[in-house]
């Protein structure tokens, strides 16, 4: 076991472990540590405790001092020049000819550089818009070009659940996100219902998968034709979170719906389920969900 503090950069989601200094710590401190970029103000999300030695990659850095009133300036300071510095970094990649699209702006802590974040849908011959920003700011340009998911992440947003994105609150990173698994929950695969902002799968159709990957199993397909103590009788819906199947059993001129436990329903798995309208997935959609 080894001691920690975890601290957060610029409002993130994930936790960076750093060796704690002399000082004492508390949730919610401002800290300068020292990173590959240089001094970076970092905020404390775990006071000291300890963790075991395999989640750690040694040797840990020193947190190098509690933040002051002029660091906290600093950074003040350098958030208030973002939404000028963005504006006229678009102005300039404009005037270059460049279609690509401004999507965040970073000054580092010490002063010595500002990086801007941008999307392209192909590569994109920053060299001219960097010598015109250095011109400007007076200061060491760096340009990075980021995916989709990544302006989500940097820029935030409220996703179709009413909620702000998981991976702008509180996924530390991106999970691997399949069609599978919103086969496995059941859900249309109508792209505009299993899709988030960044018009990509939703990140949370990972965070039940365990569970409905097994459930999956032992639950017959919506549409199937299946064995029930009342007879045989085709299945109309799924619950597996209660585990119960709908189903409607055809007697003559009646036609009953009724619900049964999934393990008093006798069925094999195989087969087709009936596709409701809107499920189908071109090669198209599907490549730009998965992309």
Sequence with gaps: MEKIV????????????FAPGRDEYRRGDGVIVETARGLEYATVALPVTEVEDDKIVSPLKPIVRLANDRDRETVRHNAERKEGAMKL??????????????VDCEFAFDGSKVTFYFTADGRVDFRELV????????????????????????????????????CASCMPDFKKVSIKMAKNQGLSLNPGKISGLCGRLMCCLSYENEYYAEAYKKVPKVGSEVDTPEGRAKVVS???LKMEVKVKIEQKDAVTYRDFPADRIKFRRGGAPVKEEGDELSDEELKKLLD
């Design 6 to 17: 975890g601290v957060k950069f610029n409002n993130g989601c994930k936790v960076y472990y």
């Design 89 to 102: 970094a678009r102005e300039k990649a404009e005037k270059c000819g460049l279609v690509m699209k401004i």
């Design 131 to 166: 010598r015109e920003l250095s011109s400007a700011f007076r200061l060491r340009i760096e340009l990075r070009q980021i995916g989709i998911r990544d302006e989500i992440k940097l820029v935030g947003g409220l996703a179709p659940c009413g909620r702000e994105c998981c």
């Design 238 to 240: 799924v619950n597996m």
